[in-house]
């Protein structure tokens, strides 16, 4: 057994035990922050090292419980729905919050101090989505594990980024994880690119000419506006996009747009990220909009009549989401979207429902 796991079930004895003593339920709120900081000290040092469906569910089970005594916004959705942990015998049966309570509710497990606040885009007067972090390192931790496992080292990358409408407004998540990933390269090369194309054309020619490995990561519309103004062949650049037309173009089902950008940019596959302001993780697809989840990560499909029914793989539905890093907030969430996942375990996107503002979903429904 790994030593992390060893750790990990002797300091669940003192979960259980606090649980009895109701330490959890904040009758002593001493005791209750203490038990949080173990169980934050537990999930900080094995949750990234979870290698097997079993490790992953027992993981689950564990940030189910924890989220269902500490954070009032799920624990009265449970409640409503009559569910207990006592109940949960499999993934499939834990509840998925609505993603649409991060916009009237704080939806928080932790009694630590606030450290960042992300919302979510929206139109002028809109409500948008609110995503309260109590612990930015772990955040920090995720994402630049999460491109490891698909890309590899992040120093080995220039990264050039086109996000000019998530740079002109303040709690952008993806904004956060892009800067810092830009910083990660140590590379005075990388940067963000706002409406100056021209200058983002000249450097992306030069670098690729030369030979270096670049990371090209962009929103759906300001990427089209690149390729319109010129067409490329390049041979060393991933090109990623991070979905949305955000009301600057007509929408476009993934296969018109992939097949835009692979002819204006010369390369062979577009590549791109599935993550939202709600989430601490990401997916990464690396070509025909296939995605994959890194090991702490997973998605269910749920039914579009009977939301509390999980669907079998190769069925379409709704897409609910399990963030076992987002343990601070709300691990397990039922998004707008519409996908599949196929029999290998990978997932695709394949549109939304109405009235959706969900970053990472750029497609209508088919």
């Not at 998530?166 to 590379?187: A, P, Q, W």
């Not at 990388?190 to 030069?206: A, M, P, V």
């Not at 070509?287 to 998605?299: C, H, R, S, Y």
Request: net charge neutral; aromatic share 12%.
């Amino acid at each position: 057994m790994h030593k992390n796991y060893q750790k990990y079930n002797i300091l669940m004895i003192f979960y259980e035990y606090d649980k009895k003593l109701n330490f959890i339920e904040f009758k002593d709120y001493e005791k209750a922050s203490l038990f949080n900081t173990y169980f934050c000290n537990i999930m900080s040092k094995f949750l990234f090292d979870i290698k097997s469906d079993e490790q992953f569910k027992k993981v689950a089970f564990e940030v189910f419980k924890h989220q269902f005594e500490n954070n009032k916004t799920y624990r009265s959705f449970c409640d409503l729905l009559n569910v207990h942990p006592s109940d949960i015998n499999s993934l499939e049966q834990i509840p998925f919050l609505p993603i649409q309570f991060f916009k009237s509710r704080k939806v928080l497990s932790s009694k630590d101090e606030i450290q960042e606040i992300f919302s979510s885009s929206g139109t002028t007067g809109s409500v948008t989505s609110q995503h309260y972090i109590t612990d930015i390192e772990l955040y920090k931790e995720s994402y630049s594990k999460g491109f490891a496992h698909f890309y590899g080292d992040i120093k080995d990358y220039i990264v050039l980024a086109l996000l000019p409408n998530y740079l002109e407004r303040n709690g952008s998540s993806l904004v956060f994880m892009v800067d810092d990933l830009i910083r990660k390269t140590h590379n005075s090369e990388s940067g963000f690119y706002l409406h100056n194309l021209d200058e983002l054309t000249q450097k992306l020619i030069e670098l690729d000419k030369n030979g270096q490995k670049i990371l090209l990561i962009g929103v759906s519309f300001a990427l089209l506006d690149l390729i319109e103004k010129h067409q490329f062949s390049l041979k060393n650049t991933i090109v990623i996009e991070t979905g949305g037309m955000k009301g600057k173009r007509k929408e476009l089902v993934r296969e018109e747009l992939h097949l835009l950008l692979k002819k204006g940019f010369g390369v062979a596959e577009i590549h791109s990220e599935y993550g939202m302001t709600e989430l601490l993780s990401q997916a990464y697809s690396k070509g025909n909009g296939i995605f994959k989840t890194p090991p702490w990560m997973k998605i269910l499909i749920r039914d579009t009549e009977d939301a509390l029914t999980i669907l079998p793989r190769e069925k379409t539905g709704g897409i609910n989401v399990i963030d076992l890093a987002n343990y601070n907030s709300c691990s397990f969430i039922a998004t707008q979207d519409l996908g599949k996942i196929h029999q290998n375990g990978t997932f695709e996107i394949i549109g939304r429902f109405d009235n959706s503002d969900i970053r990472g979903c750029n497609l209508m429904v088919l």
